[in-house]
């Protein structure tokens, strides 16, 4: 098993140079934006935009939003939910 810490993410521009991307893994390891079999990214979205254009990619986009305020956390655990 392969451990993929934050600080080993390859950073670059969004192709439409309206964002960044942090690319988490891809393969073959190393190869071009136009020539990988599999590729997992993320990338924070500031505002509505086109989706940069990969030919021949089919895409999937998972939208994950997740925010935890500690107050709604400490009620969280003193409630009787543990039980």
Known sequence: MRVIRSTDYRRM???NGS????????WPDGVALDAFDWRISMARVAADG???AFAGVDRLSITHIFSIQVSNLQKVLASDYRS
């Open 50 to 52: 086109p989706f940069s």
């Open 19 to 26: 964002g960044e991307t942090a690319e988490i893994a891809i």
């Open 13 to 15: 521009p969004w192709k």
